[in-house]
C-alpha cells in the first residue's frame, strides 16, 4: 500500500533550502503519483523551464516558447503532512473492520503518526 497518494499534502524534506533557492520545506499538494519511478509531481514544487518548440494549432495561433512545469521528485524527499499540526509525519497503517452492504471487511487504513515532539 502506497505512504502517498494524489492529493495530498506533502512536505520537501531534502534538497537545496529556501535561502539557496531550492524547494525544502515548502508544501504542495500531490498532482500525480508514478509508481514505477517511485516519484511524485507536487504542485508549485521543483519547477523546470522547457523549451518548446515553435509550431502552429489548427486554428492557426502559435505555439511554443519557454514553459515552465512541475518535474517529478523521488518519494523518499518528501513526506506526508500530519492534519492536525500541519508538520511533516510519518505514515503507518492500522486495520479497520468496515461493514458493508452487510458484510463485514478488514481494510488497512493510513494514519499520521505522532512525533516525540508533538505528543
Known sequence: ????????????ISGRSQARGGD????????????????????GINFVTKHVRVGQTQRGSKTGG???????????????????SKKPTRVGFRLETVTKDGVEKTVRVRYAKKSGKDL
Do not use: C, F, W, Y
Open 24 to 43: 525544502r520545506g515548502k508544501q504542495g499538494k500531490v498532482l500525480e503519483v508514478i509508481v514505477a519511478e517511485n516519484r511524485v509531481v507536487v504542485e
Open 66 to 84: 519557454i514553459e515552465t512545469h512541475e518535474a517529478p521528485i523521488h518519494v523518499s524527499n518528501v513526506a506526508l503532512v500530519d492534519p492536525e
Open 1 to 12: 500500500m502506497a505512504n502517498i497518494k494524489k492529493g495530498d499534502l506533502v512536505q520537501v
